[in-house]
């Protein structure tokens, strides 16, 4: 912004003085400042815009892909999966491209989560815990560990094996029969644990497999098998198929509703969390079908549930309201993953809105607004930091922090932004130009940020696709598609270029002309207004600024033109606005597959009087 000093400043003095705005709205919407103190590129109000191309221009428009019937998506996993996005509503499973397809009838209400490993996808909730591969849909089927191996027939010894699995009761014993003190090969065999089900075992002997009733007894509340004919001795000759219910810990594993990939390269196992405490469970290198049961652990105080997961360089970083933790792998160590407080005074109540944006974690506390992570380190000073100072809003202009029901916000990060959605609003950073870097000044650091807001986006849940995005809608899913129309109807786009008062607080101006320079490869259309201190709500000028080119992406034979038109178009405004103390301009547009982008403004105005 170019300022003139009034120092030694005639009150005669007229000449033509200039102002220019270069890419305004480059600094996005700041609701915190007074909008007279905002800095050149920064905006009092951008709505439905956003800056693509190194320009801004309006946001994409919105079509629906399927509606499905049902009231409300619950849960909808973060991409396609097979090309199709899979998600639970109504009681169901489902999966669709271009049309919904219900693949399974859940237990539950289908609220839970999903998760991806070796390629398959899995589903945690409502007490399930199902598998589909792209075709068909199943229900995880416990891996079944061996126990004990060399196991003598009375139990006095035996080598150790595998835990108990969480998630499934049964089990295997394998024995090794020999002579007992008195000379004799023993008839009873016991195992491990007792409370067989009706099931009752599977008993193998050399691989031949015996039969209940004719060669062998099962006392099922015991868990004791009694032989016919004693095996003879050996090693490892007798195997036994223990058939049990699931324990109390299956059920705790059931209601987590949080699953995340963690532990080496490849991220070997899943860690399950959510469910109404700070328990969390994890499963056997490579296999989510075995949660071994001392695979568990209580994070901190017990009685605050586990909100979320989520990864920033070789971390896996454990979120709760109030908390922020952290936990490494340490493959040759005792204690492969330990964990350690980050931070006690920041968390995370948004489970929905945790993000990976610019190798940092970003995600919103409903009491500090969006945060971001510095270090993993907890002796790093103030490792945790706001970044969403610009749009939390306040007694006079309501913001991000004034939204109601911001628990239950979504997030996700698209084509370089992190974009919030929370009761028909999105919040977005453009993390890419405008990436955070810390200070010491955080009220700079956060300043310096480009956030804008769009409306009509009715977004619960968010599914990312390369350029594509799609979101649910209560029952419907939905996606942004490049026209600037929502469901076949308008929706309108503002930019205001916030009050100016040219540098000289203390003196009246008058603003006689505007240059609007706008892009000129694509259908412009705008609707200019005029903003000062007794104008507020702006006053639409006569002249609508239109710059209009063969544009295929939104060809209209109503605009057509043989002349393919590549550079900037610079339009002259008249304002005429007299003895003004603050100008600024307002464009709007709402005109379907039309742009509106401003690339630059410049004032020319005269200062014609002393404020007396």
């Known amino acids: 912004m170019a300022t003139a000093a009034n120092i030694g400043l005639r009150s005669a003095d007229r000449r033509m003085r200039e102002l220019t705005i270069a890419s305004p709205g480059a600094g996005g919407l700041v609701l915190e400042e007074l909008e007279e103190n ?16 190194d320009v801004l221009a309006r946001r994409p428009g919105q079509e629906l892909v399927f509606d499905t019937g049902e009231d409300t998506i619950r849960s909808l996993w973060r991409r396609p999966y097979g090309g199709k996005c899979v998600f639970t509503a109504g009681g169901s499973l489902w999966a669709g491209e271009t049309a919904a397809e219900r693949l399974r009838e859940l237990k539950g209400d289908g609220r839970g989560c999903f998760f991806s490993f070796g390629g398959q996808l899995y589903f945690l909730g409502g007490g ?42 049964d089990y295997i014993n394998v024995f090794s029969p020999s002579l007992g003190s008195d000379g004799t090969l023993p008839a009873a065999y016991q195992l491990t644990a007792g409370g067989l089900s009706a099931a009752g075992a599977e008993v193998t002997v050399d691989g031949r497999k015996l039969f209940e009733g004719s060669d062998y007894t099962l006392d099922r509340a015991a868990g004791c098998v009694i032989f016919q004919s004693p095996p003879a001795a050996g090693t490892n000759r007798v195997r036994v198929l223990a058939h049990r219910e699931p324990g109390e810990g299956a059920a705790d594993f059931m209601r987590c509703r949080r699953a995340v990939s963690f532990g080496g390269e490849n991220e070997m196992r899943v860690f399950f969390a959510g469910g109404g405490g700070s328990e969390y469970f994890w499963s056997e290198a490579l296999d989510p079908s075995y949660i071994p049961e001392k695979n568990r652990a209580v994070l901190g105080d017990g009685s605050e549930d586990i909100t979320a997961f989520g990864e920033q360089y070789n971390r896996l970083i454990i979120f709760k309201p109030g908390e922020v933790w952290s936990m490494e792998y340490r493959p040759d160590g005792a204690d492969a993953f330990p964990v350690s407080p980050i931070n006690r005074s920041i968390g995370c109540d948004a489970p929905d809105t945790v993000c990976l944006v610019n190798n940092r974690l970003v995600w919103l506390s409903t009491a500090r607004g969006v945060c971001t992570l510095l270090s993993t380190s907890l002796s790093a000073e103030k490792n945790v930091q706001p970044i969403s100072r610009n749009i939390d809003g306040n007694d ?63 977004a619960a849940a968010f599914c990312t696709s390369g350029g594509d995005l799609y979101y649910s809608a209560g029952g419907r899913l939905c996606r942004f598609y490049d026209r600037y129309i929502d469901f076949g109807e308008r929706f309108l786009s503002r930019i205001r270029v916030p009050l100016r008062d040219f540098g000289f607080p203390d003196r009246y101006k008058n603003v006689l002309f505007a240059y609007v320079t706008v892009r000129g490869d694509v259908n412009n259309a705008l609707e200019a207004a005029c903003v000062t201190e007794r104008e507020a709500a702006g006053t639409p000028m006569e002249r609508e600024i239109r710059a209009v080119s063969f544009d295929l992406s939104h060809w209209d034979l109503a605009d057509f033109t043989l002349e393919a038109v590549n550079f900037q178009k610079t339009v002259r405004l008249r304002p005429h606005r007299r003895r003004v103390m603050l100008f600024g301009m307002e464009f709007s547009c709402d005109a379907p597959d039309r742009e509106m982008n401003v690339c630059s403004v410049i004032y020319r105005y005269r200062t014609v009087g002393q404020v007396k």
């Open 38 to 53: 905002l800095e050149a590129e920064q905006c009092s109000e951008l709505q439905n815009v956003w800056f693509r191309g």
């Open 128 to 169: 399930e815990y199902l598998i589909y591969d792209g075709t068909e849909v199943r229900e995880v089927v416990p891996y079944v560990p061996t126990v004990q191996t060399d196991r003598s027939p009375d139990g006095s010894r035996g080598e150790q094996g595998e835990d108990y699995n969480r998630i499934g009761g």
């Open 396 to 458: 006079r202009r309501r913001g991000l922090l004034s939204e109601a029901g911001l628990n239950g916000a979504a997030a996700c990060e698209w084509q370089g932004y992190y974009i919030l959605a929370v009761n028909g609003r999105c919040y977005l950073w453009d993390a890419r130009r405008t990436p955070y870097i810390h200070s010491s000044n955080t009220r700079k650091a956060q300043g310096g940020l480009a956030w804008y807001r769009w409306t009509g986006v009715e």
